[in-house]
């Protein structure tokens, strides 16, 4: 059974860091094979794209939103994403999930929600202003 765990989340304070992990097990999950993405979804609105980063060495891709403020990288010996976000605003306050795919097209950042092979619970990341 694939589990996708994410922690590091919580409380900070507008302009802190904070870093996100997404663990992946299971006796099957070849995790260097998959696509990671992460996601967010404030209270009240949609689920929205963060950030993806790609099957085996890892090309990244970013949403507007976030780019140059996160940097998601993977650690295929240790199954583990990683997402490093800088310069928090009270705006990235949300439930953030990471998904798993193995999409291995040109599409592969722009996979769809239904179509993730896996999630995780999510974890809350809350920002003060």
């Known amino acids: 059974q694939v589990q996708l765990v994410e922690s590091g989340g919580g409380l900070v304070q507008a302009g802190g860091s904070l870093r996100l992990s997404c663990a992946a097990s299971?006796?099957?999950?070849?995790?260097?094979?998959?696509?990671i993405h992460w996601f967010r979804q404030a209270p009240g609105k949609e689920r929205d794209f963060v950030a993806a980063?790609?099957?085996?060495?890892?090309?990244?891709y970013y949403a507007d939103s976030v780019k140059g403020r996160f940097t998601i990288s993977r650690d295929n010996a240790k199954s583990t994403v990683y997402l490093q976000m800088n310069s928090l605003k009270p705006e990235d306050t949300a439930v953030y999930y990471c998904?798993?795919?193995?999409?291995?097209?040109?599409?592969?950042?722009?996979?769809?929600?239904?179509?993730?092979?896996?999630w995780g619970k999510g974890i809350l990341v809350t920002i003060s202003s």
């Open positions: 299971g006796r099957t999950f070849t995790f260097s094979s998959y696509n």
């Open positions: 998904a798993a795919d193995r999409n291995y097209g040109s599409s592969w950042s722009r996979t769809p929600e239904g179509n993730m092979s896996y």
């Open positions: 980063i790609r099957w085996g060495v890892g090309s990244t």
